[in-house]
C-alpha cells in the first residue's frame, strides 16, 4: 500500500507540469547523488581495513569461498570453464537494471530546449556520474567488507552491511532513508518519462486517442493516470519461494519484472543501436547533429556484448526471460492492428 501510495502521489504531481516534475526530479536526483558518494567516502576512508575481501578473498578460487555451482545456478553446471562467464553475465542482471533507464530523458525531447544539444550532453554526462559511482561504490564494499558479509548481506543489501560495519545499527537506519530517497526519484523519473511513450504512441495513433490529451499545465495528464493504474496493478501479485528446508518466503513479483524487462531491453538496446548502422548506410544524406562516437566499431562491440548477455539470460534464466520476451511480442499484433485503424482514420 504504501508503494501505490507513492506511485498515485508522484502521478498527480507530475500532472501538476513539467516544471515541478523535473523541481522534485533535480532535488532526488542530487541528494541520492550525494547520499552514494558519501558512502563511497566512508567505505575508502573510514572503513578500509585489512579484513575487506579485496585484501583476503581468493577471487580465482570460488570452492574455497564456498561458492556452490550447483547450489548457484543449477543450469551452469556442466559448462566448466564457461561457467564463470555465464554466472558473471547473470550476475549483471542488478547493475544492468540500475543503468536500464539512461535513455529515458530522450522521452521528453519534445519539452526540451535545444535538444540536439542538450539531450546528447545528458545522456553521457549521466552515464559517466552513475558508471563512475558504482564502481567506486563496489570497491568501498570490497575494502570494507569481508567477501562472506558481501555474499549473505540480508537481502542482498550491501551498501546497508557497509554501514552497519561502520557505524552500527544507526549505519542501517542512515541507509534506510537513503534507500527511500533514491526510490523516491527513481519512481518520480520513470513515472515522469514513461507516460510521455504512451502520449506519443497515441499522438501517431497506434494508441487509445485520449491518451494524446494534455491538460492545462500542458503534460499528458490521461497518460499519467493511465501507467498509475497499471503500475500499481504490477505492485499487488505475491510470490512463495522455498528454501531448502522448505520453508516459504513471501515476496513480489520485483524480481521477476527486473528479470522480465532486462532481458527485452537487451534486445531492444541492440536493435535500436542495430538501426544506427542501417540508416548510415541506407540515408548516408540525412541530417545528423550528433554522431556516435568511435563509429563503428563501439556500436558493433555494443551489439555483440547484449547479444552474448540476451543469449545467457535465455539460458540460465529462460523461463523469467521468455516470459518477458511473450510479453513483448504480444504488442506485435497490436501494433499493426492499431496501424490498421489508424490508416483508416479520417486526417
Known amino acids: 500500500m504504501t508503494a501505490i501510495a507513492v506511485i498515485v502521489l508522484l502521478t498527480f504531481l507530475n500532472t501538476r507540469g513539467l516544471r515541478l516534475g523535473k523541481l522534485i526530479q533535480n532535488v532526488f536526483t542530487f541528494t541520492k547523488a550525494a547520499a552514494l558518494f558519501g558512502l563511497v567516502v566512508l567505505g575508502l576512508v573510514v572503513g578500509w581495513n585489512a579484513g575487506g575481501a579485496a585484501f583476503t578473498a581468493d577471487w580465482w578460487n570460488p570452492v574455497a569461498n564456498g561458492w556452490n555451482l550447483e547450489t548457484v545456478q543449477p543450469a551452469a553446471v556442466g559448462a566448466g570453464a564457461l561457467a564463470f562467464w555465464l554466472v558473471l553475465g547473470r550476475a549483471m542482471t542488478g547493475p544492468l537494471f540500475s543503468q536500464s533507464a539512461w ?19 545528458a545522456l553521457f554526462i549521466g552515464c559517466l556520474l552513475v558508471v563512475a ?35 552500527g545499527t544507526t549505519g542501517a537506519t542512515v541507509m534506510a532513508v537513503a534507500i527511500m530517497i533514491s526510490t523516491f526519484g527513481c519512481n518520480n523519473g520513470l513515472i515522469l518519462a514513461g507516460a510521455r511513450v504512451y502520449y506519443a504512441m497515441a499522438k501517431d495513433r497506434l494508441f487509445f486517442a485520449h491518451l494524446a ?16 493504474l497499471w503500475a500499481s496493478f504490477l505492485v499487488l501479485p505475491r510470490t512463495v519461494t522455498y528454501n531448502d528446508q522448505n520453508t516459504p518466503a513471501f515476496g513480489n513479483v520485483y524480481t521477476q519484472l527486473l528479470e522480465y524487462i532486462v532481458s527485452v531491453e537487451l534486445v531492444f538496446g541492440a536493435l535500436a543501436v542495430l538501426a544506427v548502422i542501417v540508416l548510415r548506410y541506407r540515408k548516408p544524406e540525412m541530417e545528423r547533429p550528433y554522431k556516435a562516437w568511435g ?29 518477458g520476451y511473450l510479453i513483448a511480442l504480444t504488442g506485435i499484433p497490436v501494433y499493426f492492428i492499431w496501424r490498421r485503424r489508424a490508416k483508416n482514420l479520417p486526417g
Do not use: H, K
Open 103 to 121: 535513455n529515458n530523458v530522450t522521452f521528453t525531447a519534445g519539452e526540451v530546449e535545444n535538444p540536439q544539444r542538450n539531450l546528447p550532453r
Open 133 to 167: 559511482l558504482y564502481i567506486l561504490a563496489n570497491l568501498a564494499y570490497v575494502v570494507t567488507l569481508p567477501l562472506g558479509s558481501i555474499q549473505n548481506a540480508a537481502q542482498n543489501r550491501v551498501g546497508t552491511a557497509l554501514m552497519e560495519q561502520i557505524f
Open 213 to 228: 490529451r494534455t491538460n492545462r499545465f500542458d503534460v499528458p495528464a490521461i497518460a499519467l493516470f493511465a501507467q498509475c
Open 295 to 323: 563509429y563503428p566499431a563501439v556500436p558493433i562491440i555494443f551489439i555483440v556484448i547484449s547479444l552474448l548477455l540476451i543469449c545467457d539470460l535465455a539460458y540460465l534464466a529462460g523461463t523469467t526471460s521468455g516470459i
